[in-house]
């Protein structure tokens, strides 16, 4: 299924999605980018991967044009939580954060632009499960509790 929407300059190409996980995975990345206050053209890639440990990934093509590849077998709030994790990659390189050769000879666990990424991808999932009154589904409830 290919969808493209373009909403406030920000579009979004969904391939490879059931409609479910396409209405969801769009929803996510505007409210991601909107969050951010970007506006690139991402396209968003439901993808068999193979390598047990990859539930996704995110390469800049070009200025303000990204890639987003999403296991297509994740559970919906994991799938969620994982495109939240490649969204602030999307942010990163449009900030000036992070480049494609940023992160060479470092540690996946010490990259600076993966620590972000793991630490947002659970807080941009909740804001977004209680900005479109979802919170209260029982898929969305483990972790929506707040924290001082």
């Given amino acids: 299924m290919l969808v ?9 190409t969904v391939n490879g999605a059931t409609t479910s996980q396409h209405d969801y995975a769009e929803s996510m990345a505007i409210f991601v980018c909107r969050k951010f206050n ?4 991402i396209e968003i890639n439901f993808r068999r991967l193979t390598n047990d440990q990859s539930v996704g990934g995110c390469v800049q093509l070009d200025d303000g044009e990204y890639e987003i590849d999403i296991k297509r077998s ?8 994982t495109l939240a994790h ?5 942010k990163q390189y449009e900030h000036g954060e992070l480049t494609q050769t940023s992160n060479r000879g470092c540690d996946y666990w010490d990259r600076p632009s993966e620590i972000e990424a ?6 941009l999932f909740i804001m977004w499960a209680e ?9 969305t409830q483990r972790g929506l509790e707040k924290h001082g």
Avoid at 131 to 139: A, G, R, Y
Wanted: overall charge negative; aromatic content about 4%; charged content about 30%.
């Fill in 118 to 123: 793991h630490g947002r991808e659970h807080g």
């Fill in 4 to 12: 493209e929407t373009i909403r406030d300059s920000i579009m979004i």
């Fill in 86 to 90: 490649e969204l602030v990659h999307v």
């Fill in 131 to 139: 900005e479109h009154n979802l919170s209260h589904k029982k898929w």
């Fill in 74 to 81: 994740l559970r919906l709030r994991e799938m969620l939580t």
């Fill in 38 to 41: 970007i506006y690139p053209e």
